[in-house]
Structures are given as C-alpha cells and as structure tokens.
C-alpha cells in the first residue's frame, strides 16, 4: 500500500475516533509521515507540522539533500505557491525550501516553509508574516485531502 492510501485510511480513522488537536503517524517502510492535526472533516485536513523520515540513508550529504530538495521541488507544482530552494546550509546539514512567491492577504503574507535534514528527514509548516509589525508565526497547513494524499507521495518518492 502507498502512503497516501496509509493516510487516507488514518485520516478516514481520526475521523470518527480521535479528538483533534492530535498526532497521526503513518509507517511505510523505510519511510514515517507524522502530521499534527488542528482540523480534519470529510473534505480537508489542517495540520500544524507534517513530519517525514526516511530510514533509507542514516547520513544525507549537502549535495544529496540539495538534489532531494530540487525533486521536490520539481515535483510539488501544485500548492497554493510553488516551492523552490531557498538555502543550502552545508554545514549544519539542511536545505531550506519556501514558497516562490507567498501569498499576500490583508496585511499579511503566507508561504510554506520545508526543511531537509542530513538524518534524512522533513518537516513542512506554513507561516504568515504580518507586515506592520515584521512578526512571524507559524499558522496551519489546509488541504484537500486529495492534495494530501498526492504531497506524501511526492514527498516519498522525491525522497527515493
């Protein structure tokens, strides 16, 4: 089974069972999703954080985390912003991933930050920054459940 079946099924689960705000972990050997969930119905999904770790690789080098954060990249086209890669920290072992161009609401402008570490993991949130005050905060991720499921896939084979 694929991840995004894994997280439809687990969403399809939480659903009926669990009380939000709430972890959802999902196993696809070698790879683990963990989103923390604010909002879940039928439709959509809201998350705080979602998590990923590959067990593939123990030690990701610069240049592979670069290229894994270019597939990525490449691959995820269909969000409200597309992401590119922003900054590559060689040694500290990240790549940092943001939106091309953050959407702008009201006074505030919101993109979806990523980040890849040399464990071989991944941690996608979104924040807005209210431009009076320069201040960021992280806000909740909202999707489709279609575009859910499609992102873990992506994420898992951009990984690969």
């Given at each position: ?72 990249a490449g691959r995820v086209t269909y ?61 909740p991720c909202q999707f489709t459940r ?15």
């Open positions: 089974m694929n991840p995004s079946r894994k997280i439809a099924a687990a969403l399809d689960e939480n659903t009926r069972v669990y009380v939000l705000p709430c972890s959802v972990t999902v196993e696809d050997a070698p790879n683990r999703f963990t989103l923390n969930l604010t909002a879940l119905d039928s439709v959509g999904v809201a998350f705080d954080n979602l998590d990923f770790v590959t067990t593939d690789r123990q030690d990701w080098s610069s240049d592979a985390l670069n290229a894994w954060g270019e597939r990525l969000l409200l912003e597309p992401l590119k890669v922003l900054e590559i920290d060689a040694g500290g072992g990240e790549v940092q991933i943001r939106s091309k161009s953050p959407s702008v609401r009201a006074d505030q402008r919101g993109f979806y930050e990523v980040r890849l570490y040399k464990q071989g993991m991944l941690r996608m949130e979104r924040y807005v920054v209210d431009d009076a005050t320069r201040q960021r905060r992280r806000t279609e575009v859910l499921e499609r992102l873990v896939d992506d994420i898992a084979a951009s990984a690969s």
